[in-house]
């Protein structure tokens, strides 16, 4: 079995400035793990994926996440934030099947 | 490419009736999942098929969900009789079959999914 949590339910950032998104995972099989985004009023976007190449992961709109089997992580960056970036974003991990488990989510508010 | 389009976008009911959630996905994907986010938990999986046959209908809450994929192309799921919770964002996804190869084989792409409130 597996399962995702998602360290922080809500981040606030002030634009310009790096985001953290916190993700852990748990699985009993060598995993895929993605982190996707929704804007308001819109469907769940992918923004990267990891599935056994390269441990850092590059994504669209300058996120980043590193996969640290050690630590079973996956935590989201990006260096500098813009107030696009405000939005809901999960931590998604797929085992044997094509079942995805989601994380709780951890909603993004960017500060002018 | 048109996306993955989910209709209605939001239903309103009473409990006790009948609703129906309709999800078309991408042109020539024979994967379609649906998943379901009730109010501050998590976006669960409900099931997946392959064309039109059900490959694993493991997170079906109970048998008043019933979901049907005629002909392999677009999909509903009805809920009969709706109860209070039942409320909550119904989402699709489609992703390409397995000969499909490529960078974006078995990438799941979402609808913006139905929101549904049971009163």
């Known amino acids: 079995a597996q399962s995702v949590t998602q360290l922080d339910s809500h981040v606030s950032v002030s634009e310009g400035t790096p985001v953290l998104l916190r993700c852990n995972y748990s699985?009993?099989?060598?995993?895929?793990l993605f982190w996707y985004v929704q804007h308001p009023n819109k469907g769940l976007q992918l923004l990267l994926k990891?599935?056994?190449?390269?441990?850092l992961v590059k994504g669209i709109n300058g996120f980043e996440a590193e996969f640290k089997k050690s630590e079973t992580s996956f935590h989201l960056t990006k260096p500098s934030a813009h107030m696009s970036d405000a939005a809901e974003y999960f931590c998604?991990?797929?085992?044997?099947?094509?079942?995805?488990?989601f994380g709780g989510g951890t909603r993004v508010l960017v500060k002018p | 490419e048109a996306g993955v389009t989910q209709f209605p976008s939001h239903s309103v009911i009473e409990k006790g009736q009948t609703v129906t959630l309709r999800c078309d996905p991408i042109s020539g994907h024979d994967n379609l999942y649906w998943y379901r986010r009730v109010m501050g938990k998590e976006i669960k999986f409900l099931l997946h098929?392959?064309?039109?046959?059900?490959?694993?209908e493991s997170g079906m809450p109970n048998n008043r969900f019933l979901a049907e994929r005629t002909g392999g192309t677009y999909s509903t799921l009805k809920v009969q009789p709706a109860e209070l919770e039942d409320s909550g964002v119904y989402f699709c996804?489609?992703?390409?079959?397995?000969?499909?190869?490529?960078?974006?084989?078995?990438?799941?792409?979402f609808g913006p999914g139905t929101r549904l409130t049971v009163l």
């Open positions: 699985s009993s099989y060598s995993p895929s």
């Open positions: 098929f392959v064309k039109e046959s059900k490959q694993d």
């Open positions: 990891y599935t056994s190449a390269a441990t």
């Open positions: 998604v991990v797929k085992a044997a099947g094509n079942k995805l488990t």
């Open positions: 996804a489609s992703s390409q079959g397995i000969l499909a190869g490529g960078p974006k084989y078995n990438e799941q792409f």
